[in-house]
Nanobody, 122 residues
């Protein structure tokens, strides 16, 4: 019963910036990874950026020089700062959180947010 709530997204012009937020809550013992994926119409879902509990960051090739992922470990919130946005960044952005639940079995969870629309257009 881990909840993932996203905020941000919207319509921005090419070259603009946007910051997405994703907060995980519920019966969480530990979070092993938090990240962002995106899916455009007619396209497969692709990795945008992932941050693991070990501190490593993994960016998709198309965004690695423009986007930054970072996390507030106290608030269980991950952010995606998107800079120099391009029309091809237009997609639904999904937040993914992986970890262990705070229960007897420490059940592994893999939870997704509802997605937030990012549209880059002039």
């Amino acid at each position: 019963q881990v909840q993932v709530v996203e905020s941000g997204g919207g319509l921005v012009q090419p070259g603009g910036s946007l910051k997405l937020s994703c907060k995980a809550s519920g019966n969480i013992s530990s979070i092993n990874a938090m990240g962002w994926y995106r899916q455009a119409p007619g396209k497969q879902r692709e990795l945008v950026a992932v941050l693991t509990s070990g501190g490593s960051k993994n960016y998709g090739d198309s965004v690695k020089d423009r986007f930054v992922i970072f996390r507030d470990y106290v608030k269980n919130t991950v952010y995606l700062q998107m800079n120099n946005l391009k029309p091809e960044d237009t997609a639904v952005y999904y937040c993914n959180v992986q970890g262990n639940s705070d229960n007897y079995y420490k059940t592994i969870f893999d939870s997704w947010g509802q997605g937030t629309q990012v549209t880059v257009s002039s």
